[in-house]
């Protein structure tokens, strides 16, 4: 049996255990296969494992040659997601390896760069690329969209369009949440009747909660509700998510409640729905029905994860946690942050301030 096969075999769920147990045996073995790597070092990066990823990258140099394409394309993600190449030096690592006019090398570059903020750089690749393909096409435009910039991500799915090159699912993914971000509606609807009756492509349960996603950005709840009433798929998660935001953004408590309820039937395990419906609860002042909600989420044994976040300065990477009290500015940062809310306070125009409370 070959190596790749075996692999995708023994990590089904990609978990630690099956990735080191694959590790051994891929170490073990005396020849050189790049989709052995290639297929492991993905799933390191799909579930954060890059210390396992980086052990792969060092095995891998003992054999003194460059990589292939696709292998080249998930250790510059590797790299990029585990903090250790800044969007310089994972470009020159592709021309240095002449790996820059690779269609799938320049997608990596641009997924990578997107995903730091360095928009202007996943730009400057993407206009650089010749013979663009769908999967650059969607990569930019998913960058856009990612980014709230849905002008743009528009522009440029229409360009595309005028390129000749026909959209996938994952395209239509990414230009409709683009559409979300800036309450488009009717050049939402329009994309997403042409799936089918244009491209002959039947929208899966990601199109329809983004479609959920525009309606309710733009406040139209009864058309939202409406329309996951008239699915032809069982609603997911994502749908109903989309559908809660709008309720929140609103205050519409009732609404909230009945997204909840079918929440709590898909992803009991959710403490983020608890959360939200008893604060839904708070802010219109139905105090008994808020504390109802936190006693149900504390009696199946749930409890709130903790906030995090990061960030890098030039002393290295920063970690934050909610409530923290370890960092040794910890009195700056919450004088800073006090101000901070002071201003959203002041200035916000939105009936959900009370989510910045921290009420639960």
Not at 72 to 97: C, F, G, M
Not at 125 to 130: E, G, H
Not at 311 to 321: D, K, V, Y
Request: with cysteine.
């Amino acid at each position: 049996m070959r190596i790749t096969k075996a692999l995708n075999i023994r990590i089904p769920n990609a978990s630690n255990g099956y990735v080191q147990l694959a590790l051994q045996n891929l170490f073990a073995a005396n020849g050189l296969d790049f989709g052995a790597y290639g297929c492991l070092i993905q799933h390191c990066n799909n579930h954060g494992l890059f210390r396992q990823g980086k052990q792969l990258h060092a095995r891998l140099a003992l054999f003194s040659v460059t990589p292939n394409n696709f292998l080249a394309a998930k250790l510059i993600i590797l790299y990029s997601k585990s903090n250790h190449l800044r969007e310089a030096q994972i470009y020159a690592y592709a021309v240095r390896n002449s790996y820059d006019s690779n269609i799938y090398i320049a997608t990596a570059i641009i997924d990578t760069y997107a995903k730091s903020g360095f928009l202007h750089g996943a730009k400057r690749i993407f206009d650089q690329a010749k013979g663009k393909s769908l999967i650059i096409w969607t990569a930019i435009i998913s960058a856009y969209a990612a980014h709230g910039d849905a002008n743009t991500a528009l522009g440029l799915f229409n360009d595309m369009l005028n390129d000749g090159i026909r959209p996938d699912p994952i395209t239509f993914t990414a230009v409709l949440a683009a559409c979300a971000h800036s309450g488009v509606v009717e050049e939402a609807w329009k994309i997403f009747d042409a799936m089918f009756m244009k491209y002959g492509i039947q929208p899966s349960v990601k199109h329809y909660a983004c479609m959920v996603g525009v309606l309710s950005r733009a406040g139209r709840l009864s058309e939202a509700v409406e329309f996951v009433s008239k699915m032809p798929i069982e609603p997911s998660a994502k749908v109903w998510g989309a559908l809660l935001n709008g309720a929140c953004v609103s205050g519409d408590v009732e609404l909230g409640k009945f997204v909840c309820d079918n929440l709590f039937e898909i992803e009991p395990e959710n403490t983020g729905n608890y959360i939200i419906m008893a604060n839904l609860y708070s802010q219109a002042g139905r105090w008994e029905e808020a504390d109802k909600t936190r006693e149900r989420m504390k009696k199946i044994g749930l409890k709130k994860i903790p906030g995090s976040s990061w960030i890098e300065t030039s002393g290295g990477l920063q970690n934050f946690i909610a409530r923290d009290v370890s960092n040794g500015r910890t009195e700056e940062i919450y004088e800073m942050l006090g101000g901070l809310l002071g201003l959203i306070f002041l200035h916000a125009k939105c009936p959900w301030k009370w989510l910045l409370l921290g009420d639960f």
